[in-house]
């Protein structure tokens, strides 16, 4: 039958609907590991796999609030689609990298005063073809995702050290 991305992937609606607009990555921000593999955009915002960590959905954003541009929203693609359901988009999942409890509830409250019937319908369609719930506590399953992750194995451009100033240890380390 396939997996939830698999099915997802299959799935005739307007994903973007979801704030996960198809895409391939042809003009990639500083930010974006050089091995992502998308799932879909936000404007700038890249979701994606990072094969070094399976499963796990990322967002990439290069505006980002946060102290670093790259960080994990799920631990699996089930769990992500999950989170957007029961946010409305994807848009309040990335953003609880630098929220507070109080501030996602303030956000997603105005988030769903706002969401479209079309987003709506696209959100309800998704949740009964995969047959997946929203996630209870979206918040803090991505605060505890998120909490002491190593991000270590991210493999970022010359470019993201250039423009960041980040000393690219990678580069300097003897080759295994």
Same mark, same amino acid.
């Given at each position: 039958?396939?997996?939830?991305? /698999? $099915?997802?992937?299959? @799935?005739?609606?307007? =994903?973007?609907?979801?704030?996960?607009?198809?895409?391939?990555?042809?003009?990639?921000?500083?930010?974006?590991?050089? &091995?992502?593999?998308?799932?879909?955009?936000?404007?700038?915002?890249?979701?994606? +796999?990072?094969?070094?960590?399976?499963?796990?959905?990322?967002?990439? *954003?290069?505006?980002?609030? #946060?102290?670093?541009?790259?960080?994990?929203?799920? #631990? *699996? +693609?089930?769990?992500?689609?999950?989170?957007?359901?029961?946010?409305?988009?994807? &848009?309040?999942?990335?953003?609880?990298?630098?929220?507070?409890? /109080?501030?996602?509830?303030?956000?997603?409250?105005?988030?769903?005063?706002?969401?479209?019937? /079309?987003?709506?319908?696209?959100? *309800?369609?998704?949740?009964?073809? @995969?047959?997946?719930?929203?996630?209870?506590?979206?918040?803090?399953?991505? =605060?505890?995702?998120? $909490?002491?992750? %190593? %991000?270590?194995?991210?493999?970022?451009?010359?470019?993201?050290? %250039?423009?960041?100033?980040?000393?690219? @240890? $990678?580069?300097?380390?003897?080759? %295994?």
């Amino acid at each position: 039958m396939g997996t939830v991305y /698999e $099915k997802y992937m299959a @799935l005739s609606i307007d =994903k973007g609907l979801l704030g996960l607009e198809p895409g391939v990555i042809t003009t990639p921000y500083f930010c974006y590991p050089v &091995n992502a593999e998308s799932i879909g955009f936000e404007g700038c915002i890249l979701y994606c +796999f990072l094969p070094e960590y399976g499963e796990m959905v990322f967002a990439c *954003n290069p505006e980002s609030c #946060a102290d670093r541009n790259v960080y994990p929203l799920a #631990a *699996n +693609f089930e769990d992500f689609i999950r989170l957007v359901l029961a946010c409305g988009t994807a &848009n309040p999942v990335e953003q609880i990298v630098w929220m507070n409890r /109080e501030q996602f509830d303030e956000h997603i409250a105005k988030e769903k005063m706002i969401l479209t019937q /079309e987003q709506e319908a696209a959100g *309800n369609l998704l949740q009964q073809r @995969l047959g997946l719930l929203p996630m209870e506590n979206p918040f803090e399953y991505v =605060k505890s995702v998120q $909490k002491g992750f %190593d %991000d270590s194995r991210i493999q970022y451009s010359d470019e993201y050290y %250039d423009v960041t100033g980040i000393v690219n @240890l $990678k580069g300097c380390l003897p080759p %295994d």
